[in-house]
């Protein structure tokens, strides 16, 4: 019986690349037309205390509430380690007040249930897990507690769809890694007491810098509760009970690269160029369009993301299905993934697309905005011709 998706078998080696083949989903690709003349300007070899560096902090702070459409009374710093640096940041300056919900369903959201547990010592948590591919059940989540999720899983694929499960009412915090979804996907900021992401991600900008977004609630609770831990400096948003507010103005909490200044403003300039928010959240949805499209006639892969309505726009996660292919052990399959990766890769058609190191076998594409849509059409023939490859040798 001939399968009604389209035989992989058929397929021949393709003629056309993308013409951008980085597909990696962190640091994540260059908007269209980047180049290094964008950093020209830059305030290289000047303090970034020195007035006209703050100003352009600041103007990298004001740019990330218009583009987010941040309400006006929440406050945006720019600290360091990244995304990693800015959850840290607020599981070890916020939470022990209460319990805590933990939810998991990916590798990272694992990582802030181990940090939570196993180094802040927390003994009230409430563990909410699902397997990769799926959403844990949300209605478990109890909003007297603080809660901690991602909002979309990097390495599953799988996202909430909306915030509406999350309690308007709600007495705990809500703290949220929402590194791959911020710029591509609906975020209810009402929602939500702390954000955080990195400009690595849907910006394609520079790695080493975090973004931290507290709504009212969280200040209070900031300047109404002291941990009984000691904080290194880089944790500190309190000082004599009282919020460090320069943090939100421009004053970072250490050096700042002004070259990755100059490179965020930039991407969140070609943000605004392209349609704002509702721009960027359009290609995103584009690029998984076209990926799903090719999925829906392809008879050996499938997302790893079951529920249609969860499946990430970003880090698009897939697995193959084939009969042959998954008869053989974790590891052979792993090796077959690997193998068409590496191919895809000399051929200069795709790089970094492997699955993440503790994710099931497979691929991990990044369909963000800084994606072109005719970049991900060149690249699932490609997909189908690397496996056929690969299992012809099988």
Not at 269 to 295: C, H, P, Y
Request: glycine letters at 6%.
């Amino acid at each position: 019986m001939i399968d009604q998706k389209t035989n992989a078998a058929n397929a021949v080696k393709p003629t056309t690349i993308p013409n951008n083949p980085n597909f990696s989903s962190g640091p994540c690709s260059k908007r269209p037309g980047w180049s290094t003349d964008i950093l020209a300007g830059a305030l290289v070899g000047r303090s970034h205390r020195a007035k006209p560096a703050k100003a352009r902090i600041q103007k990298t702070i004001d740019l990330t509430r218009e583009l987010l459409q941040v309400p006006s009374d929440y406050l945006i710093g720019i600290v360091p380690a990244s995304d990693t640096g800015a959850m840290e940041m607020a599981l070890w300056s916020l939470l022990g007040e209460r319990g805590v919900d933990m939810l998991a369903w990916e590798s990272f959201g694992s990582g802030w249930v181990t940090d939570v547990i196993k180094q802040l010592r927390l003994e009230n948590v409430n563990r909410i897990e699902a397997p990769y591919g799926e959403l844990p059940d949300l209605t478990k989540v109890n909003f007297n507690n603080d809660v901690v999720f991602t909002w979309n899983g990097t390495t599953s694929g799988v996202r909430v769809p909306n915030g509406t499960w999350i309690d308007a009412n709600r007495t705990g915090l809500t703290i949220c890694d929402a590194t791959s979804a911020v710029f591509a996907q609906d975020i209810d900021f009402s929602k939500l007491d702390v954000t955080t992401f990195s400009w690595q991600k849907v910006l394609g900008g520079e790695a080493q810098h975090g973004i931290i977004i507290l709504s009212p609630r969280a200040v209070q609770r900031l300047e109404s509760y002291t941990p009984d831990r000691p904080l290194p400096k880089i944790f500190r948003l309190t000082k004599g009970n009282k919020l460090i507010s320069g943090i939100f103005a421009a004053a970072t909490i250490n050096t700042v690269s002004m070259l990755c200044i100059e490179d965020a403003i930039d991407a969140m300039q070609w943000g605004l160029s392209i349609g704002g928010l509702e721009g960027m959240q359009k290609r995103a949805n584009d690029n998984f369009a076209a990926i799903n499209t090719w999925v829906e006639k392809t008879s050996w892969v499938e997302f790893l993301a079951k529920n249609p309505e969860q499946r990430s726009n970003t880090s698009v996660c897939l697995i193959i299905t084939d009969e042959k292919v998954s008869s053989l052990s974790a590891n052979e399959q792993a090796a077959f993934a690997k193998r068409m990766v590496a191919r895809l890769d000399a051929e200069n058609v795709a790089y970094d697309i492997g699955a993440y190191r503790d994710a099931p076998s497979g691929f991990r594409i990044w369909a963000g905005s800084t994606i072109e849509v005719s970049d991900l059409e060149k690249l699932t023939p490609w997909l189908n011709w690397a496996f056929e490859v690969e299992k012809s040798a099988l």
